[in-house]
């Protein structure tokens, strides 16, 4: 086994070791697949978090007199394909600003469209091994649009780049904004990965393909943004094209996402504050995912800080009763909260709030949740995934892909210590 093949996603292995082997006494015929607490619903009829069910009362929404597909209760990788037509959204990921716990990623999205294609949006902390358990081979994990640079959007960047020897032996390629400087940049960043990987790589290389260790940046130029120009195409192959928006948060810099595909339309703004600029930006959307935050007070009592702090960090975020403006400005068909710290007690109040300002349908987001869309109806479920799911089986690399090592590094240990290994046994 490579060295590499260790299990790498503490949350998983943390997952696997505190909740799976209870399980695994009771629940003969479904090993490997469960979600980590038991069904139930809060006081106001929303779902539990990681209960099993999307946190909505509206799984699915269906355009009038249109037929809706039966699909299985849960999502499971590998088992369903997509339709010509079809979008299929998934959350890696749903936490911020804090970096990770068990139950939560950062932020992090898997798009995956019924031509084939897959795209990542953001790469927060914790969210790779929840990719990998998706069942999408890794060499093909290799397109990532990052909205802005706090680690709870980049922070899983150094196990999605780590696919040396085993998955992936062509660039990761990396898009995000240009930065106020250039240091500030997505192309600083993906440089200072590369440069911070170099003792792993040159540890390898004599034994495993590097071709996987290098990294593309795709930088979309923030100065280029203006009232004339508000949305810059950021990528456009295979008739999928998906715009860069700047939004207003922390730092010049920060983006969103619009992805256009057969008439499907999915914009993500991560964090930001409301605009009627960003609602601009999400007309049309089939899903129109943003960030949503807890009060100040909340924030307060759950990340350990003082109010004061707590209401600094709030104005840079949007509140459920701003974000319900916000979708009511935008429409879309399905209007998605993301980023907020799932708590059974702060599902109702979320909603409460919610809904002072807006009446369409909608989904807070918790991980692995996912989400099925055509032109005919958008489907909610949550992804059943086996917490001991390797990448993609076999893990193979494309056709035409050089696997083969490199030459060794010229750091070798010296000898007067390496003499001094124990014998291996006859
Ligand atoms: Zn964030
Ligand atoms: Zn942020």
Sequence with gaps: MPPNRTIRNYRLFALTLGLALPFMACAAGTAGYRFPREPGTTPGGYPLPLSGKPITKTPVISTEGAAVKEYPEHYIPGQESLADNEMRITACGSWGPAPLRIGQGASCLLVELGNGDVFIFDVGGGTVGNLFAL???PARLDKVFITHLH?????????????MGWARNTPLHVWGPS????????????????EASEWHIQSKQSILARGGMTIV?????????????PRQLA???N??????FPVIHSLAGAMGYRLEWNGRTLVYTADSQPSTFEAEQGKGADVFIHEIFPSAEEFAYYNHMPIQAAEGVM???????????????????????????????????????WRTTYNGPVLLMQDLTTINVTSDYIVVRQTKADLLAWPAIPPKPPEG??????????????????ETRLQQAP
């Design 235 to 237: 990528y456009d192959e």
């Design 135 to 137: 069942g999408v081979h």
């Design 151 to 163: 680690l709870d959007h980049v922070g899983g960047i150094f196990p999605l780049f780590d696919a």
């Design 315 to 353: 104005v840079e975020h949007t509140t459920p009763a701003e974000l319900g403006r916000v979708f009511g400005l935008a429409k879309p068909r399905l209007g998605v909260g993301m980023h907020f710290t799932l708590d059974d007690k702060l599902i109702d109040p979320l909603f409460e709030r």
């Design 239 to 244: 008739g999928v094209k998906i715009y860069a």
């Design 401 to 418: 892909v050089d696997m083969s090592p490199g030459q060794p590094s010229k750091a070798q240990r010296p000898s007067w210590l390496t």
């Design 179 to 194: 930065g106020y400087t250039p240091e500030l940049g997505i192309a600083a960043f993906t440089q200072n990965v590369r």
């Design 217 to 229: 940046p795709h930088e979309v130029d923030i100065s280029k943004f203006s009232p004339e120009r």
